[in-house]
Each structure stands twice: as structure tokens, then as C-alpha cells.
């Protein structure tokens, strides 16, 4: 079973829902104990009662079961990295001439949305937001359209009539700055204001795709309900499918600038398949998600086992770490490796086979537990995952693995970002880490674009330092390709006490900076096509147009750097030749 969830079964009481995502058989029905909420395709969202999590796995139409896990932003530094200059309309932002994107949605998934910024109103005041969707539990759901049993779901009549009163955020009991926790600006509201901002706002706060509809999908977990800005990975699929079922029949495109670090990386993940599927299911539709800014976090190390041979990696906890550490090794389903975990200043190894879960025990005390799965169900290959509680020693723990049986002998293994937590992170040493397939849990996918970010100085495009390289761990190029992400301008969201929609502007860097480019320039896209473009045609139309730039990694660059005039010059190509008619 899924180490997250004999996680999840430990920390929760029999009586109370764990969130899972499920993989059915196809021809089966669900189980009754599994209370499904979304569906995609095969895939499932849902809740199960933690006592009744074993029954549901082991149920004959269930695959695979996984447990939620955490997302968060993926915003860099609000400082600008030297050298670099900010972007303006030549360089990125939205090009004289191209289309709006008016009759197209574009939906963002974030935190801190500041629906009463100018960035976010059409000329005479009103909102152009459908429906803002408030994931945080406070006080059960509200909305008739709520199906999802949490939240609040506040429509486009609700806000505008919040918009008319002397304080809106009182109103609607909302305020962005409340996922403000850098003094900045919320994530959310520049994100969105990058990719869509108005004509009309502020010079600056402009996006991309200016007339396009918006839909905000405030996110928020179960799994640390009082920790701001964090969702999880059951909730962004809920949160998908909120923005699917308010566009309905509308071309729409999302944006999701968040991810963390584990995983497998290799696109079969059931939130990568569930995304690739809702992707396929229909023409006109579009996910962008950010690369990630973890190539220089020290969170990856790869290697290669020989035949009798061992490979000893060093995972370094902080001293006073509030946090569970977690580590995942991936390696081929062909090989058998042996773990050992050597626990700082000890000699002895915890030994765990092929197979084995064991608890790591010091002192009469757990502080914590290593699962080595045989044949992951999704990917067929071993995993191991290895969780040290915050009581665990702090210092350097040793992972070693043995081969056994040795056919392939790679391996990757990645430590998780800690939850927002400063200082709390957990890493390998400098000499043992790699950049390379640095990308985000959910930035691996086959239908979805996955942006990396570039700084734009005098001398020409260069990759951020920050952003995240490939290759898959199936060895694909990722990211798909590379936009503005160093020293960003767009709308800052309203600081606590000051009059609405006065907060004007900010910069960020971050691949979450970089992916509501491409989501802005997929939704003027779709909104200039003569029809709804299927997700083979719009990767085509923007890959094929991207600037490649002499010089660059191609697994940290993809295809190189988005040219959103070039998209539509061969959009136009494209029509003249009858391939979009």
C-alpha cells in the first residue's frame, strides 16, 4: 500500500475521511466505503474513513490508492537576481496586436486572490471574476453549487454586489492578505495579474490575456488546515474540476504555479494522469503548470549501483527541526536493492528487504518509518520512502543502498520540501546532490506545459538559477519551455487595513512567475483559433514556435523561450495552409 497513506492510516482516528485519489479498474464500480467526489475518467478524488482505507486498497476495482499530499507556491525570492531587468510588454508581456483573450477562461489555482484590484475589473467596475472558490473549511460549505462539501463558493453576482459596499473584503469575509506572509503581496493575485490582468488597470498590472474570464480557486488542505498557503494534491484536482464544470462548453486554460519535491518524476503519477486526462477529454483545454525552483536546494541525488555493489547517500537534518523529514529512492522494478539506514553518531543499520516496513526505533522511542515497496502499481519499479518524525536525531543520516539483484542500477532519490517552514529543510551535501531532474512533483506530465524560468538581461535570455532542470526520470526533456520568471511587475494585492484594491504593484521571481505567460498566451490562443484547438495542435502551435536560444541546456530549457508573436504568426501560417480550419 502507498507509504502516504499507512502514514495517513497512523495519524488518523477510525472515525474521521482521509482524502485519496484512486485509479479504478475500468468496467468495475467503486467501492462503497470510498465517497468519490470527482471523477477523470478513471481516476477518482474521494474520502474514505481511515478504518476503512485497507478494505478500499484491496478491493478488486481499485489499482492504486493514494493518499493526498501537500502543494505549495513556487515563488523564488521577492528580490531580483543581479544582473537582470524587469519585464515590460516587449519582453513577454502581452504583444500589440494579438488577441485578448476575450471567450476564453482562464482559471488559476493559488492563494490570495484580490478580486477588488483593478487588474481583476472590467471599465465600469464590475468583476470579471465567475466564481471565486475559498477552499478553507470556516464554517461548512456555502454556495448552492458547492458539491464538494468544503468551502465557500462565492459567484460572480456575490462579488459584485461585495464590490458596491464600503469594505468588499468584510463582505465577502475574504482578504488576500491574508496569504500575504512576505509583506509582498499575495502569490495569487500577481500570478493571476500576469496572466490576465486589465487593460485597464495600473501600467504594469496588464496581463497577457486581458479579456479573458477568471475563475480563482483559493486553495487549502486538510492535512495542516491551519498552515496558510498550502493545498493538496486531492484538493487540485477538485479544484480542476470546479474550473471545468464553471466553464462548461468555454475554451479554458489553468495555471498552477505550486508543486513540491517527491514523487517518481515520470508523468504517471495519478494527478499527472488525471491532468493529461482532462486535457485530452475535450479540444479548447489547457494546464500549465511551473517547473519548480528547486535546482540549486540540494533535495536530489542520483546514482549507479554495480552487481555487489553499494551506494551511501547522507541526508542532513536541521537541529531543532519542528518538521516530519521525508526521502523517496526510485529504482527499476528489474533490480533488489537492501536499505540501510544509519541513524547520526550509531554504527548498526536498520535493515529493511525488498518489501519490509520497519519501524525506526531509538531509545524505546519511533521516530520514524521506512517502507521498501516491491512494484509500485502506477510505474512498476521499487520505491522506498523513508519518514523521520521531528523527534529524530538531527545530523547525518546515512541511506545506504545495496545491490542484491542488479540488472539496471540507477536510482534517483529525492528529499520532500518541508512545508513552509524556514530553515527547516532537509538536504544532501553538496558533493552527493544534483540538479539535474530537479523538477516538480507535478511538473512531469505528457499533455500539460511545464515552464521553466528565464531572466532577460542586456545580453541576451538566460535560465533563472533557481529553475528546475530535467530530464523525467523516464528520461523526457522537461521543462516544455522557458518564459520571463526574474524581478516579474504585476499587481500587488491589498495590504490589511489599506483602502481596497490600493496595493498597485510588485515584482517576484519564480517559475511561478513564468507559467501565467504561457497560461496568458494559451488563452489569447484559443480565443484567435477559428475553433477549438486539441491539446496536440496548442503544444504544437507554442513549442514549435518557441525561441530556442544557442547555448542553453535543453533539460533545463525545453524548447526554448516563449515567443508569444511567434504563436500566433503560426496560427496564421497554419490557417492559411487549411490545417485550423
Same mark, same amino acid.
Given at each position: 500500500?502507498?507509504?502516504?497513506?499507512?502514514?495517513?492510516?497512523?495519524?488518523?482516528?477510525?472515525?474521521?475521511?482521509?482524502?485519496?485519489?484512486?485509479?479504478? =479498474?475500468?468496467?468495475?464500480?467503486?467501492?462503497?466505503?470510498?465517497? /468519490?467526489?470527482?471523477?477523470?475518467?478513471? $481516476?477518482?478524488?474521494?474520502?474514505?474513513?481511515?478504518?476503512?482505507? #485497507?478494505?478500499?486498497?484491496?478491493?478488486?476495482? /481499485?489499482?492504486?490508492?493514494?493518499?493526498?499530499?501537500?502543494?505549495?507556491?513556487?515563488?523564488?525570492?521577492?528580490?531580483? /537576481?543581479?544582473?537582470? /531587468?524587469?519585464?515590460?510588454?516587449?519582453?513577454?508581456?502581452?504583444?500589440?496586436?494579438?488577441?485578448?483573450?476575450?471567450?476564453?477562461?482562464?482559471?488559476?489555482?493559488?492563494?490570495?486572490? *484580490?478580486?477588488?484590484?483593478?487588474?481583476?475589473?472590467?471599465?465600469?467596475?464590475?468583476?470579471?471574476?465567475?466564481?471565486?472558490?475559498?477552499?478553507?473549511?470556516?464554517?461548512? @460549505?456555502?454556495?448552492?453549487?458547492?458539491?464538494?462539501?468544503?468551502?465557500?463558493?462565492?459567484?460572480?453576482?456575490?462579488?459584485?454586489?461585495?464590490?458596491?459596499?464600503?469594505?468588499?473584503?468584510?463582505?465577502?469575509?475574504? %482578504?488576500?492578505?491574508?496569504?500575504?506572509?512576505?509583506?509582498?503581496?499575495?502569490?495569487?493575485?500577481?500570478?493571476?495579474?500576469?496572466?490576465?490582468?486589465?487593460?485597464?488597470?495600473?501600467?504594469?498590472?496588464?496581463?497577457?490575456?486581458?479579456?479573458? *474570464?477568471?475563475?480563482?480557486?483559493?486553495?487549502?488542505?486538510?492535512?495542516?488546515?491551519?498552515?496558510?498557503?498550502?493545498?493538496?494534491?486531492?484538493?487540485?484536482?477538485?479544484? $480542476?474540476?470546479?474550473? =471545468?464544470? $464553471?466553464?462548461?462548453?468555454?475554451?479554458?486554460?489553468?495555471?498552477?504555479?505550486?508543486?513540491?519535491?517527491?514523487?517518481?518524476?515520470?508523468?504517471?503519477?495519478?494527478?499527472? #494522469?488525471?491532468?493529461?486526462?482532462?486535457?485530452?477529454?475535450?479540444?479548447?483545454?489547457?494546464?500549465?503548470?511551473?517547473?519548480?525552483?528547486?535546482?540549486?536546494?540540494?533535495?536530489?541525488?542520483?546514482?549507479?549501483?554495480?552487481?555487489? =555493489?553499494?551506494?551511501?547517500?547522507?541526508?542532513?537534518?536541521?537541529?531543532?527541526?519542528?518538521?516530519?523529514?521525508?526521502?523517496?529512492?526510485?529504482?527499476?522494478?528489474?533490480?533488489?536493492?537492501?536499505?540501510?539506514?544509519?541513524?547520526?553518531?550509531?554504527?548498526?543499520?536498520?535493515?529493511?528487504?525488498?518489501?519490509?516496513?520497519?519501524?525506526?526505533?531509538?531509545?524505546?522511542?519511533?521516530?520514524?518509518?521506512?517502507? %521498501?515497496?516491491?512494484?509500485?502499481?502506477?510505474?512498476? *519499479?521499487?520505491?522506498?520512502?523513508?519518514?523521520?518524525?521531528?523527534?529524530?536525531?538531527?545530523?547525518?543520516?546515512?541511506? =545506504?543502498?545495496?545491490?542484491? *539483484?542488479?540488472?539496471?542500477?540507477?536510482?534517483?532519490?529525492?528529499?520532500?520540501?518541508?512545508?513552509?517552514?524556514?530553515?527547516?529543510?532537509?538536504?544532501?551535501?553538496?558533493?552527493?546532490?544534483?540538479?539535474?531532474?530537479?523538477?516538480?512533483?507535478?511538473?512531469?506530465?505528457?499533455?500539460?506545459?511545464?515552464?521553466?524560468?528565464?531572466?532577460?538581461?542586456?545580453?541576451?535570455?538566460?535560465?533563472?538559477?533557481?529553475?528546475?532542470?530535467?530530464?523525467?526520470?523516464?528520461?523526457?526533456?522537461? @521543462?516544455?519551455?522557458?518564459?520571463?520568471?526574474?524581478?516579474?511587475?504585476?499587481?500587488?494585492?491589498?495590504?490589511?487595513?489599506? @483602502?481596497?484594491?490600493?496595493?498597485?504593484?510588485?515584482?517576484?521571481?519564480?517559475?511561478?512567475?513564468?507559467?501565467?505567460?504561457?497560461? !496568458?498566451?494559451?488563452?489569447?490562443?484559443?480565443? &484567435?483559433?477559428?475553433?477549438?484547438?486539441? &491539446?496536440?495542435?496548442?503544444?504544437?502551435?507554442?513549442?514549435?514556435?518557441?525561441?530556442?536560444?544557442?547555448?542553453?541546456?535543453?533539460?533545463?530549457?525545453?524548447?526554448?523561450?516563449?515567443?508569444?508573436?511567434?504563436?500566433?504568426?503560426?496560427?496564421?501560417?497554419?490557417?492559411?495552409? !487549411?490545417?485550423?480550419?
Amino acid at each position: 500500500m502507498d507509504p502516504g497513506l499507512e502514514e495517513a492510516i497512523l495519524r488518523t482516528p477510525p472515525g474521521e475521511e482521509i482524502e485519496a485519489v484512486a485509479l479504478l =479498474r475500468p468496467g468495475h464500480s467503486s467501492p462503497d466505503a470510498l465517497r /468519490v467526489v470527482t471523477t477523470f475518467g478513471p $481516476i477518482v478524488t474521494g474520502r474514505i474513513l481511515a478504518g476503512a482505507v #485497507r478494505a478500499v486498497r484491496a478491493h478488486p476495482a /481499485v489499482v492504486s490508492l493514494k493518499a493526498a499530499r501537500v502543494v505549495e507556491l513556487s515563488a523564488a525570492s521577492p528580490a531580483a /537576481v543581479p544582473g537582470t /531587468v524587469r519585464t515590460g510588454p516587449s519582453l513577454g508581456r502581452r504583444a500589440p496586436g494579438i488577441p485578448a483573450g476575450r471567450g476564453v477562461i482562464l482559471g488559476v489555482l493559488d492563494w490570495g486572490c *484580490d478580486f477588488a484590484h483593478p487588474a481583476f475589473l472590467r471599465p465600469d467596475g464590475t468583476t470579471r471574476l465567475l466564481a471565486l472558490w475559498d477552499q478553507r473549511q470556516r464554517g461548512g @460549505p456555502a454556495g448552492a453549487d458547492n458539491i464538494y462539501g468544503y468551502g465557500r463558493i462565492l459567484d460572480r453576482a456575490r462579488i459584485d454586489r461585495a464590490l458596491t459596499t464600503p469594505d468588499p473584503y468584510s463582505d465577502l469575509d475574504y %482578504h488576500p492578505a491574508v496569504s500575504d506572509l512576505t509583506g509582498v503581496g499575495a502569490h495569487g493575485t500577481l500570478v493571476m495579474s500576469i496572466a490576465a490582468g486589465s487593460a485597464s488597470a495600473p501600467a504594469g498590472a496588464e496581463g497577457v490575456a486581458p479579456e479573458a *474570464d477568471l475563475v480563482f480557486v483559493h486553495l487549502a488542505t486538510g492535512l495542516l488546515p491551519d498552515t496558510a498557503n498550502l493545498g493538496d494534491s486531492v484538493r487540485v484536482l477538485e479544484g $480542476i474540476e470546479f474550473v =471545468r464544470r $464553471i466553464a462548461g462548453t468555454t475554451p479554458w486554460v489553468m495555471n498552477l504555479s505550486l508543486g513540491r519535491t517527491g514523487g517518481d518524476k515520470s508523468g504517471r503519477s495519478l494527478v499527472e #494522469r488525471a491532468m493529461d486526462h482532462v486535457v485530452q477529454a475535450a479540444p479548447g483545454r489547457a494546464i500549465v503548470q511551473s517547473a519548480g525552483n528547486y535546482f540549486d536546494k540540494r533535495t536530489h541525488a542520483e546514482g549507479l549501483i554495480r552487481a555487489g =555493489r553499494a551506494a551511501t547517500l547522507e541526508w542532513r537534518i536541521a537541529p531543532d527541526d519542528p518538521t516530519t523529514n521525508e526521502l523517496e529512492v526510485w529504482y527499476s522494478g528489474r533490480d533488489v536493492f537492501r536499505l540501510e539506514l544509519v541513524p547520526p553518531g550509531a554504527v548498526r543499520p536498520f535493515r529493511v528487504e525488498l518489501g519490509d516496513r520497519v519501524a525506526i526505533q531509538l531509545d524505546g522511542q519511533i521516530v520514524g518509518r521506512a517502507y %521498501h515497496r516491491r512494484h509500485e502499481p502506477l510505474t512498476g *519499479d521499487q520505491h522506498v520512502d523513508i519518514f523521520l518524525e521531528p523527534g529524530a536525531p538531527a545530523g547525518a543520516w546515512q541511506v =545506504r543502498l545495496v545491490g542484491r *539483484d542488479v540488472v539496471d542500477g540507477r536510482f534517483h532519490a529525492w528529499i520532500e520540501r518541508d512545508a513552509a517552514i524556514p530553515g527547516a529543510q532537509s538536504r544532501f551535501p553538496p558533493e552527493m546532490s544534483s540538479p539535474r531532474s530537479t523538477l516538480g512533483t507535478i511538473a512531469t506530465g505528457y499533455r500539460t506545459f511545464v515552464v521553466g524560468a528565464a531572466g532577460l538581461t542586456p545580453g541576451g535570455p538566460v535560465i533563472a538559477p533557481f529553475s528546475s532542470s530535467g530530464p523525467t526520470r523516464d528520461g523526457r526533456v522537461k @521543462p516544455d519551455l522557458l518564459a520571463p520568471g526574474v524581478s516579474i511587475v504585476g499587481a500587488r494585492s491589498t495590504p490589511a487595513g489599506a @483602502p481596497r484594491g490600493s496595493g498597485g504593484l510588485t515584482a517576484l521571481s519564480g517559475t511561478s512567475m513564468a507559467a501565467p505567460h504561457v497560461s !496568458g498566451t494559451v488563452a489569447a490562443l484559443f480565443s &484567435a483559433a477559428p475553433r477549438k484547438l486539441a &491539446a496536440p495542435e496548442t503544444r504544437a502551435l507554442v513549442l514549435g514556435s518557441a525561441e530556442w536560444i544557442p547555448g542553453l541546456d535543453p533539460d533545463r530549457a525545453g524548447s526554448g523561450l516563449l515567443d508569444t508573436r511567434a504563436v500566433f504568426d503560426s496560427l496564421a501560417r497554419s490557417l492559411k495552409r !487549411g490545417n485550423t480550419t
